[in-house]
């Protein structure tokens, strides 16, 4: 392993990038403090979440009906997994 340390943080955000889910919580966060022009790069050493996953986040909240200029409220509705295949959404 290489021993500096943010190359060793790099590498562990990478690991965790694909191979972890994020809490629930730990995006409706994320998206609180990008709501609140928080730095990216803050966002990344608070949630561990990199800036792409966040982006991702982001627009899938958007999509569910999240208004931030509205309210920074953050409902399950717009964090939860996205829904399994298989089971048809009544339209
Ligand atoms: C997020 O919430 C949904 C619905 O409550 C739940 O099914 C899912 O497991 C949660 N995701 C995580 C990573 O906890």
Redesign the pocket.
């Known amino acids: 392993m290489p021993r500096n340390p943010s190359i060793t943080f790099t590498l562990h955000l990478i690991l965790v990038h694909h191979c972890a889910?994020?809490?629930?919580a730990t995006r409706a966060q994320a998206l609180t403090l990008k709501a609140m022009n928080v730095p990216s790069d803050q966002i990344t050493a608070i949630t561990g979440m990199l800036e792409r996953t966040i982006r991702d986040v982001w627009k899938r909240a958007i999509d569910r009906g999240w208004n931030p200029q509205q309210s920074l409220k953050v409902l399950?509705i717009y964090v939860?997994?996205a829904p399994r295949s298989g089971r048809p959404t009544v339209q």
């Not at 889910?21 to 629930?24: A, F, R």
Request: net charge negative; hydrophobic share 15%; no cysteine.
């Open positions: 889910m994020y809490d629930n399950d939860q997994d």
